[in-house]
């Protein structure tokens, strides 16, 4: 689960998150059909390969548009004001959108994820962000 944390107040034009209407579906189901074709690979090669497939020319495109008609839903989106926290399934697929605040404010947020003590670590988890890691 990840909890995401607006730092202050993000109206929609700062680029807050947006969420694809019934996505924790699409995504479980997508995440489970590739677990079925992917074989014997082990938990880090599943996961490198499914980041891989998804990314652009696989399920999931930085075309948001193309992605709601793709999939028949709706970008959901909102006014996050200091204190929210949003909580999401790591099947949700979700987005930032570009921040067109007219006064030039920066948007600050944070995310929290939590997995089960029992599960494998993500191995993705365990760098610093960098320019197109894709996460």
Do not use: C
Not at 70 to 98: C, K, Q
Not at 101 to 112: P, Y
């Amino acid at each position: 689960m990840t909890a995401w944390i607006p730092i202050g107040d993000v109206p929609v034009e700062m680029g807050g998150l947006v969420y694809l209407e019934g996505s924790h579906a699409i995504g479980r189901g997508m995440e489970a059909e590739f677990r079925l074709r992917s074989g014997d690979l082990s938990p880090e090669e599943r996961i490198n390969a499914y980041n891989s497939h998804m990314a652009e020319g696989g399920w999931v495109s930085k075309d948001l548009p193309g992605m709601a008609e793709r999939f028949n839903a709706r970008w959901l989106a909102a006014d996050y004001e200091a204190g929210d926290v949003v909580l999401h399934s790591p099947y949700m697929i979700h987005a930032a959108t570009t921040n067109q605040d007219r006064a030039g404010r920066l948007r600050l947020s944070t995310d929290i994820r939590y997995q089960n003590v029992d599960d494998e670590i993500d191995a993705r988890w365990n760098n610093h962000w960098s320019l197109g890691d894709m996460l």
